[in-house]
């Protein structure tokens, strides 16, 4: 008897049962099977779908009814596009004492700084104000819980069909950050999960990976992404293992009004541990008033113990606390605290853009004029000194002294204005060419080869800048960093004389988790060849303009580079500013590589190339400090709503 035969019979003998109300037993194999349950095992699982599979494709007995999983009475492909609705992922592991514990969880500055909160609004809710969304970074660590086991350290463990797998940091936003993007590690931004769920959905571990894969981790204290009063960098809660840190940059600029960040992390024996909370405030009037949890504001103390050397808000709140009743804790808080609201505003006004600019601009250039200048002119007077016989001796040494200073200033004059354009292309000039921080502040370089700046950051998440001015043509700058025939190249031109990431020869593979690199172009060089084509096209796309597409940014509101706190280019003649940042699928490789860039304009008028070197350090070598923050340009930035300057304009230093 043959397979549909049998099947036959089942049928039959099922009907029978049910006509005769006896006590028919359901088989492993037979009426009492489960929709969905194709190999008969007793579970909804993966294996089933390859059982339908095999049973839809090939002549083989179906002795189970499961593998009907849409229910409608027949065995088609419709029951393999059913399945998976039915198979139920395993719940996540609960928190539980076992689990790693939060032994800091809190908000610093760009430069490191750990920033105190304003108060608690409930207990274990602390509230962090910021003026703007960006600028500052999100700061976690751990130690190992009750089962002393190790902390876990993976920010990305991602399977777009497998729930379970999620890193071992786990954190949400309960607003988008960015632009919200769901895509999974693109660095465009994170999706909201409201109200705050770690549950078992394929949603919440896409939205764990795509929020968790920016922070970096460091294990050692000299690693670590904060440092105290004295500069010195080191893990801000006791007993700390690791720390997670995430720079805040345009990519993922956090809302106004209040955004609530929850978070737990996981141990190498797959423990999760209890959660944590906190709020980031972000309003751009001016700060307010530091608060305390009415009545538990003794059981919240000890969160400030963790920023005792910050002594701004938390000292004179906790010590005004347990002295005054509920009634005149506002009171003692409104006096400590208007010195507060005015040491903010004191040290915001100055916008020290003032004082470094001024320093840099000035004797720079004047010290280079008249060092050049007075070697010319007295090898002149020593050659009249001769033929004027020794009478004259004290007169050409007067008549001498203003001759160099007129002749200077006349002949010198010529020369910043050629600087600029050594070129003789009419496209664009590379206005600035070098790096900007993961915090998106600018990275000094560490030395001059050849004249070609050398930077060396640490990290991922760093940033290349390119920006460009108007060229002798006069004509706008091109604002495609990626063309959108491939073989075709794209207004902003840049090769790597190493390869980065994986090197992989994809055009534009930016996209986790099959994402790759960029390969090499050694030399770096421009030569009409199809491979240094896509090379351009493959590196150019991973330039955003913050929206998530490969163009220029034109308005410097929109600036990847920002100036204590505000948005700008970093040169004001620049007109338009591209920026990458690093990923780690773009991680250099350790020793030095050149970037050689250059830009066209609408008319299809190429510009002068630009360089840089960007060096990374081997593993085994030293770990180096953390770059600071580059002093103000010698031009002075465009800022967002500082008019642009004309192309041969001098900038004016009086904002």
Request: glycine residues 10%; negative net charge.
């Amino acid at each position: 008897m043959g397979w549909r035969g049998k099947r036959r019979l089942g049928l039959r003998a099922g009907l029978a049962c049910l006509i005769a109300a006896s006590a028919c037993l359901p088989s492993a194999t037979a009426w009492g099977q489960q929709l969905g349950d194709a190999n008969c095992d007793g579970a909804i699982n993966a294996a089933d779908q390859s059982e339908v599979i095999v049973r839809l494709f090939n002549d083989v007995p179906d002795e189970c009814f499961g593998t009907d999983a849409n229910d409608d009475g027949f065995f088609t492909a419709a029951d393999l596009s059913a399945l998976p609705q039915l198979l139920v992922p395993p719940p996540p592991t609960p928190p539980s004492p076992q689990g790693p514990a939060i032994t800091f969880f809190g908000l610093a500055t760009a430069s490191g700084r750990l920033a105190a909160a304003l108060g608690e609004i409930e207990p274990g809710l602390p509230v962090f104000y910021r003026v703007t969304g960006t600028g500052f970074k999100v700061v976690i660590e751990g130690a190992p819980g009750l089962a002393e086991s190790p902390l876990g350290l993976g920010v990305l463990e991602h399977d777009p069909n497998d729930p379970a797998r999620r890193p071992d940091l786990q954190i949400e936003s309960n607003r988008p950050l960015g632009d919200g993007h769901l895509a999974v590690c693109d660095e465009r931004g994170v999706p909201g999960v409201d109200p705050p769920d770690f549950g078992p959905a394929q949603t919440i571990a896409d939205a764990l990976n795509d929020f968790a894969c920016g922070f970096t981790v460091a294990t050692s204290p000299r690693a670590a992404c904060v440092e105290d009063e004295f500069g010195l960098t080191g893990f801000a809660g006791r007993g700390t293992t690791a720390q997670f840190c995430l720079a805040v940059g345009s990519q993922l600029r956090f809302p106004d009004g209040d955004t609530q960040l929850t978070v737990q992390l996981r141990d190498a024996a797959g423990n999760l541990g209890a959660p944590a909370r906190l709020i980031v405030r972000v309003d751009g009037g001016p700060i307010p008033l530091p608060f305390t949890a009415t009545l538990t504001a003794t059981a919240t103390l000890p969160r400030p113990t963790r920023t005792p050397t910050r002594s701004r808000t938390p000292t004179p709140t906790i010590t005004s606390t347990p002295a005054a009743t509920a009634t005149r804790t506002p009171s003692a808080t409104r006096t400590g605290t208007s010195t507060l609201t005015r040491t903010p505003s004191v040290t915001r006004t100055p916008t020290r853009q003032l004082s470094p600019t001024p320093t840099p601009t000035g004797p720079p250039t004047r010290t280079f004029t008249l060092t050049a200048t007075p070697t010319v002119t007295l090898t002149a007077t020593r050659t009249s000194t001769p033929t004027r016989s020794g009478t004259r001796t004290p007169t050409p040494t007067r008549t001498a002294s203003p001759t160099p200073t007129l002749t200077p200033t006349a002949t010198v004059t010529p020369t910043p204005t050629s600087s600029p354009t050594p070129t003789t292309a009419p496209g664009p000039i590379v206005t600035f060419f070098g790096l900007a921080s993961a915090a998106d502040n600018l990275l000094e370089p560490v030395e001059e080869i050849d004249g070609v700046p050398v930077y060396r950051p640490t990290g991922l998440g760093f940033q290349i800048v390119v920006e460009g001015g108007l060229g002798p043509a006069g004509r706008q700058l091109g604002q495609s960093a990626f063309a959108d025939d491939p073989d075709q190249r794209p207004d902003l031109q840049i090769v790597p004389s190493q390869a980065l990431g994986n090197g992989s020869t994809t055009v534009c593979d930016n996209s986790p988790p099959a994402a790759g690199g960029v390969p090499a172009v050694d030399p770096p060089r421009f030569d009409d060849e199809l491979d240094i084509t896509h090379v351009m096209n493959d590196l150019g796309c991973r330039f955003d303009n913050g929206s998530g597409k490969a163009l220029a940014r034109t308005s410097p509101c929109d600036a990847c580079v920002q100036f204590d706190g505000e948005a700008g280019f970093v040169d004001r003649r620049s007109h338009a500013q591209f920026c990458a940042r690093i990923s780690q699928y773009l991680a250099l490789a350790p020793g030095d590589t050149l970037f050689v860039a250059r830009l066209r304009d609408q008319a299809g008028n190429l510009g002068e190339p630009a360089k840089m070197i960007v060096r990374i350090d081997s593993p085994s070598a030293a770990p180096a400090t953390t770059p600071a923050p580059a002093a103000l340009p010698a031009t002075a930035p465009r800022l967002c709503g500082t008019p642009l300057a004309g192309a041969a304009a001098r900038p004016q230093l009086h904002y």
